[in-house]
């Protein structure tokens, strides 16, 4: 029986893929930096991001870019995915614990989860960056959600993790936990397939869970329920 679900952020709950390329660009060349392709700031994308930076640009100050790209950040807007509101509502309703877990800077990702329609009080935790010794895809990530879990009575097999990105399902696997890729990030069904994930383990988007958990036996259809 399903007890908990727990999130990536970027482009599974919240659109941010596409903004943070551009402001990753507009950051670079304040600082006279060559502009990243898409494809290859795409390579990174979903890594810790001290790592993306010093991927994208191997000789930069790493803090001053943080600095340009803070300022750069200022009036960035980073819309909910559709539906997601109401997919959170339905699994706190089914008594779900929820969690966040990101390899987005902490800072970072709660000032943008106060800054969205999101309801932080509705997570049981909120995992960024700093809130773990490892990193996805590195399967120890899951250790600190383990831990917080189990003062829950929550087991790993009671456990689903939901993310867009191949590094969500190869932490995932490699914790023993259970996955559901959302196709609304810059990973297809064919990527995640070549990495062995099942298609049946897809979905477009957050908004589609409810249904899907209750298609594959995770939750009961409730009497009167759409789903």
């Known amino acids: 029986m399903l007890k908990a679900v727990v999130f990536d952020f970027d482009d599974t709950l919240v ?3 596409d903004i943070s390329y551009r402001n990753h660009c507009k950051a670079a060349a304040k600082m006279g930096l060559p502009k990243p392709t898409f494809n290859v700031f795409l390579k990174y994308w979903g890594k810790p991001w001290h790592s993306m930076i010093w991927a994208l640009f191997p000789h930069v100050d790493v803090n001053e870019f943080i600095r340009v790209y803070t300022k750069v950040l200022v009036g960035s807007r980073y819309p909910i995915i559709p539906g997601t509101l109401d997919t959170l509502n339905f699994l706190h309703e089914h008594h779900i614990e929820l969690g966040i877990l990101s390899n987005k800077p902490t800072d970072q990702l709660l000032e943008r989860i106060n800054h969205s329609a999101l309801n932080p009080n509705i997570f049981s935790f909120i995992f960024g960056e700093q809130s773990t010794v490892y990193q996805k895809p590195d399967s120890r990530v899951f250790d600190e959600v383990l831990f917080q879990l189990r003062k829950h009575y929550i087991k790993r097999h009671e456990i689903l993790y939901v993310g867009d990105l191949t590094v969500d399902y190869f932490a995932a696997r490699g914790a023993g936990i259970d996955f559901c890729a959302v196709l609304s990030g810059f ?3 064919q990527k995640f397939s070549r990495e062995g994930l099942e298609q049946g383990h897809m979905i477009s ?4 869970l409810p249904s899907w958990l ?3 036996r995770y939750l009961k259809r ?5 789903y």
């Open 187 to 189: 990973h297809s069904a």
């Open 205 to 208: 988007t957050v908004k589609d």
């Open 222 to 226: 409730a009497h009167g329920s759409g």
């Open 15 to 17: 659109k941010s893929g």
């Open 214 to 216: 209750v298609e594959n």
